[in-house]
């Protein structure tokens, strides 16, 4: 029997939106000092919008497939609700993760967040210019 759902075997075997974004609007990148894993984000914001998502990723099954399902969630959705996403709420679309590994839903979601924060505050400091 496997430890992994349905889900989470399908976006490891078949990860989506892997790859860079060249012109990236925001970039988050978050390391598990635990684990040694490491993830970086990339997104493209479109009037407010989230409008594309790439990661580059180093790390086991489960936080792939977190960063996959992640991608999903988050492309189209505005700013505010793409940086409400949780571990939770990725764990869930995922159907679940064994126990051991829910932390790995940790990079998918923060890595997100790190990225809206960089846009931000390139947008911010690029405003202060004007
Ligand atoms: Fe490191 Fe999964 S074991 S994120």
Known sequence: MNIYSKKVLQH???P???GTIEDADGIGEIGDPNCGDFLRVFIKVVDNHISDVKY???GCPASIACASAMTEMAIGKNLDDAMMITDDDIVNELDGLPEFKIHCSALA??????AIIDYFEKYIS????K
Do not use: V, W
Request: glycine share 6%; no cysteine.
């Open 126 to 129: 690029s405003s202060n210019k």
């Open 12 to 14: 490891f075997s078949n």
């Open 109 to 114: 979601a923060s890595g997100l967040q790190k």
């Open 16 to 18: 989506k939106n892997a």
């Open 56 to 58: 580059q990723i180093r």
